[in-house]
């Protein structure tokens, strides 16, 4: 949740100028940020989308899910993509517009721009990847809403949804020489030799906290977020 911005094409993100606040939870799904769920959701009530839209009046929502989410979850009512792609596919479809609309409802005459950010490759299922990126373009393109293709910036030129654990270095990345990991062959690590999902290169926790380390995964997925914000008005 964002409040006003203005930066430059290339943003860093804190270049955006903006009073930020997240409520991440680890396992989630769209579900679980729907007001209604109860005590299915692993989001508690005072940080459901449309809570938080009421109490921070933002500009912006950015909405970013990844990885393991849909088969740990019980707001999914057990539906998982690896039992019922089908199934799966229009639930998702449904609880996106569920949460579109509680999230306008919520902002009434200020209602915020949502930012969906489309996922980055998954080694193990790339197809359901695709489809639920497509997803989130439909129903942005529905509400006037936008889409950060920030998943883009961590998958190969040309091969979108192919998963790899190196990139060659970018220009930024080659400027600050700390988010450019092999220098010596050109490329920068996005994940960990055994952790294939996530984008910080300190091992995880059980305690979910911030990544105490420079992933370059993490700040190119920041960046994209970033600039979109950047150069889309507030709605």
């Known amino acids: 949740m964002t409040g006003p911005s203005r930066t430059g094409p290339r943003a860093h993100p804190r270049d955006l100028r903006a009073t930020y606040t997240s409520a991440p939870y680890?396992?989630?799904?769209?579900?679980?940020?729907?007001?209604?769920?109860?005590?299915?959701s692993l989001v508690p009530d005072r940080d459901k989308a449309a809570a938080l839209v009421r109490g921070l009046r933002p500009d912006y929502?950015?909405?970013?899910?990844?990885?393991?989410?849909?088969?740990?979850?019980?707001?999914?009512?057990?539906?998982s993509h690896d039992a019922s792609p089908q199934?799966?596919?229009?639930?998702?479809?449904?609880?996106?517009?569920?949460?579109?609309?509680?999230?306008a409802d919520a902002g009434g005459a200020k209602r915020p721009r949502i930012v969906w950010v489309a996922q980055g490759p998954d080694p193990i299922t790339p197809d359901r990847v695709r489809r639920v990126n497509e997803l989130y373009a439909r129903q942005a393109a529905?509400?006037?809403?936008?889409?950060?293709?920030?998943?883009?910036?961590?998958?190969p030129e040309g091969a979108r949804y192919s998963w790899v654990q190196y990139l060659p270095c970018t220009a930024y990345e080659h400027e600050h020489p700390a988010y450019c990991t092999q220098p010596d062959r050109d490329r920068t690590a996005l994940h960990l030799d055994k952790d294939y999902?996530?984008?910080?290169?300190?091992?995880?926790t059980s305690t979910p906290k911030p990544c105490p380390v420079r992933s370059p995964g993490i700040l190119r997925i920041a960046r994209e977020i970033t600039r979109v914000i950047a150069r889309t008005p507030v709605g």
């Open 61 to 79: 929502v950015v909405l970013q899910f990844w990885g393991n989410a849909w088969g740990y979850t019980w707001c999914m009512d057990g539906i």
């Open 142 to 155: 529905a509400s006037g809403d936008v889409v950060a293709d920030a998943g883009a910036t961590v998958a």
């Open 26 to 40: 680890s396992g989630t799904t769209l579900c679980d940020y729907l007001e209604g769920t109860g005590e299915k």
């Open 87 to 103: 199934k799966y596919f229009s639930r998702y479809r449904a609880d996106l517009r569920r949460l579109t609309e509680q999230i």
């Open 197 to 204: 999902l996530h984008f910080c290169l300190a091992p995880t």
